[in-house]
C-alpha cells in the first residue's frame, strides 16, 4: 500500500476521527490517485489507512487509524455489524437507512431497505471498484440469501446483485401512510431522512391548506393529505416530482382534485400568489441546491433568504413555515443564522421556532458537521 505523505496541520483533524480526505491535506497533491488505497504519514508516523476518489466532495475517505488494520471483507462486515446494531436499538420499521456513509464509517456507501430488500447506493466508483470485498462483508452479517440491488452514478436503472428483482412495486407504510417504491429506478422515491417530518405533517394537517415549494420526493403532501388537510398546492419545475406525488395520491384512495400540481418556476408561483393574496395554514420549503427553470434559476447559496421571505408572506397568522435542507454546505448554525435574518425584516411575529432534524437511522459522524442529512426549522407564527 503505497504511503502518502499528509501536511501537519491534517494529522490532528484524522486523529479526531474527521473522514474526508481533500488534496489539500496532501503534501504534493500528485499524489491522489483514483482508487487507490493509501496510507496517510506525516514524516514517517502513520495517521491513517484512506481511499482516494473522484466526487463532489474532497478526494477520498479515511477508512481505518489502526496501521495494522486489514481492508478485507472481515473489516467491512465490521463496518455493518455495527450498523445492523445501531438500528435494531431503534424502531425502524420495515424501510429505513441501513448505512449512512461517513454516518457509519464508510464514506463512499449508503444502503436503504426496502421492505427487506437492501439497496447498495454507490457515492463514487473508488469504491464500488471494492464492492465484491464489501458485499462479502455484508454476507457475513446479513447471510447469503439476502437480496441486494446496486445504484451506480449516472445509471437509471438498480442492478441486481443477489436474488431477484421484484416483480411489482413495493408499498412502504408509515404510520397508515402508503408509498409506492418501484425498485427497477435506482433515484430515490421516498427520501427516509424526512420521515418526522412527513410525521409532524400527518399529526397536525387536519382542516389545513397546505403549500409545498419543491416537493422533490419527500412525500410530505401525502402525508398532510391522509392527516386530514382540505387541499394543498404543490409546486416543483421537476415533472418527476408530481409523477411521484400522483402515484402516492392513488395509493393511498386520496381525491387527486384536491391536489394542485404545478410543475413551473417556484419564485414565479410566489410571485402569483402575493399578488393575488393566496394563504395557506402550512407552507412546506424544501429547495435544492441548484435548478433551472423555465425562465429562472434557484441558486441556495443566493436566493434561499429570499424564497423564505415569501414563504411568509403567503402564510396565514397562525400558519407554521417548516424549512428544510439536505445541502451539507448548510450547517444547522447556518440555517437559524439565514432564518433569524430573514425574520428582522417580517412584520408578523413568530411565537416558537422548533428544529427538526433527521431520524435516528441517519447515524452522524460527530466529527463532520456536514454529515447531518436534514436541517430544519419549524417557525410558528401569530
Known amino acids: 500500500m503505497k504511503r502518502i505523505q499528509i501536511t501537519g496541520k491534517s494529522v490532528r483533524k484524522f486523529e479526531d476521527g474527521y473522514p474526508v480526505v481533500n488534496l489539500t491535506d496532501l503534501e504534493n497533491r500528485q499524489d491522489f490517485e483514483d482508487g487507490a488505497w493509501v496510507q496517510l504519514e506525516n514524516h514517517g508516523h502513520f495517521v491513517a489507512t484512506a481511499y482516494f476518489a473522484k466526487q463532489h466532495r474532497g478526494a477520498g475517505y479515511v477508512l481505518s487509524l489502526r496501521e495494522n488494520e486489514a481492508i478485507d471483507d472481515r ?15 431503534i424502531n425502524v420499521g420495515d424501510s429505513y ?17 426496502y421492505n427487506g430488500i437492501y439497496v447498495f447506493r454507490w457515492q463514487n466508483g473508488a469504491l464500488k471498484r471494492q464492492a465484491k470485498l464489501v458485499y462479502a462483508g455484508f454476507q457475513r452479517i446479513f447471510g447469503k440469501d439476502a437480496t441486494i440491488l446496486a445504484a451506480t452514478p449516472g445509471n437509471d436503472k438498480l442492478q441486481v446483485v443477489t436474488g431477484r428483482m421484484p416483480k411489482d412495486v413495493l408499498t412502504v407504510n408509515e404510520d397508515g401512510v402508503a408509498f409506492p417504491i418501484d425498485l427497477t429506478y435506482s433515484r430515490p422515491q421516498l427520501a427516509f431522512e424526512f420521515r418526522d417530518v412527513r410525521a409532524w405533517a400527518h399529526q397536525n394537517s387536519q382542516q389545513r391548506r397546505i403549500l409545498n415549494l419543491f416537493s422533490a420526493e419527500t412525500g410530505i403532501v401525502t402525508a398532510a393529505m391522509v392527516g386530514g388537510a382540505t387541499e394543498a398546492v404543490t409546486v416543483d419545475p421537476n415533472n418527476r416530482a408530481t409523477t411521484a406525488l400522483q402515484a402516492q395520491l392513488t395509493a393511498n384512495n386520496l381525491d387527486q382534485a384536491a391536489v394542485e400540481m404545478r410543475t413551473m418556476d417556484v419564485a414565479n408561483y410566489l410571485d402569483y400568489a402575493i399578488k393575488h393574496d393566496l ?4 407552507v412546506f420549503v424544501n429547495p435544492p441546491a441548484f435548478v433551472r427553470g423555465k425562465k429562472r434559476k434557484f441558486d441556495l447559496e443566493q436566493d434561499f433568504a429570499d424564497l423564505v421571505g415569501q414563504a411568509l408572506t403567503v402564510a396565514k397568522p397562525g400558519a407554521d413555515v417548516v424549512i428544510t435542507t439536505t445541502a451539507p454546505s448548510y450547517s444547522m448554525k447556518r440555517l437559524r443564522s439565514m432564518v433569524n435574518d430573514v425574520l428582522e425584516n417580517y412584520t408578523g411575529h413568530v411565537t416558537a421556532s422548533t428544529l427538526m432534524t433527521s431520524p435516528e437511522d441517519f447515524a452522524v459522524n460527530s466529527a463532520d458537521r456536514q454529515s447531518e442529512a436534514l436541517k430544519g426549522l419549524r417557525l410558528s407564527l401569530d
Not at 462486515?77 to 450498523?83: D, L, S, T
Open 97 to 113: 437507512r441501513l448505512f449512512n456513509d461517513v454516518g457509519d464509517n464508510l464514506g463512499g456507501l449508503i444502503v436503504d431497505v
Open 279 to 282: 394563504a395557506f395554514d402550512t
Open 75 to 89: 473489516y467491512f462486515a465490521g463496518k455493518f455489524r455495527a450498523a445492523r446494531a445501531k438500528r435494531a436499538a
